[in-house]
T-cell receptor, first 113, second 117 residues
């Protein structure tokens, strides 16, 4: 079965510093990959998605992610974080169709002043 | 703005007392999903409706049921809530195109936090 791994449970970054959140997926075919952000007590907001084509995708709030098939990775990046970026970040996978998303366990991002 | 709405945002129910959570959408999407998210965990798919077709995940307990009376509304019924069912319940939608292909992108509501006492 397909799986999504986010190896970092917590990450602490200073405000203004760069950020990279890691995501690895396990599946043979072309994946459909997503990054969602969740603030405490809130639903999930889509940051960006990869379906095909250009492997570097741009999202909202200044985030980008790069799909690397050779490494089965889809890491999320931001050049300069803001305090408002503190949240839970989920990487998710869809194998196609309407079967729902498989989520990683999430990475909790802490921003320190 | 088009959106996914969940009511109530917070629900408290007693152990064993049936409870219904509501989801509505103004996106006119034909696929609707219910996810369960326990504290500090990832969302887990319970089931989804593709139009009127109900698709249950293999490991979703029988205690969880769903209804979709029309395109806009979907309900999650928990017949006999246990303490282990306390969680955030997220509704999401997605759309297939006229050709039948999927957009794969899911739009989430704000969730309903269920407490079982």
């Amino acid at each position: 079965a397909q799986s999504v791994t986010q190896p970092d449970i917590h990450i602490t970054v200073s405000e203004g510093a760069s950020l990279e959140l890691r995501c690895n997926y396990s599946y043979g075919a072309t994946p459909y990959l997503f990054w969602y952000v969740q603030s405490p007590g809130q639903g999930l907001q889509l940051l960006l998605k990869y379906f095909s084509g250009d492997t570097l995708v741009q999202g909202i709030k200044g985030f980008e992610a790069e799909f690397k098939r050779s490494q089965s990775s889809f890491n999320l990046r931001k050049p300069s974080v803001h305090w408002s970026d503190a949240a839970e970040y989920f990487c998710a996978y869809s194998g196609g169709g309407a079967d729902g998303l498989t989520f990683g366990k999430g990475t909790h991002l802490i921003i320190q002043p | 703005d088009a959106m996914v709405i969940q009511n109530p945002r917070y629900q408290v129910t007693q152990f064993g007392k049936p409870v219904t959570l509501s989801c509505s959408q103004t996106l006119n999407h034909n696929v609707m999903y219910w996810y369960q998210q326990k504290s500090s965990q990832a969302p887990k798919l319970l089931f989804h409706y593709y139009d009127k077709d109900f698709n249950n995940e293999a490991d979703t307990p029988d205690n969880f049921q769903s209804r979709r009376p029309n395109t806009s509304f979907c309900f999650l019924d928990i017949r006999s809530p246990g303490l282990g069912d306390a969680a955030m319940y997220l509704c999401a939608t997605s759309s297939t195109s006229l050709s039948g292909s999927y957009s794969y992108e899911q739009y989430f509501g704000p969730g309903t936090r269920l407490t079982v006492t």
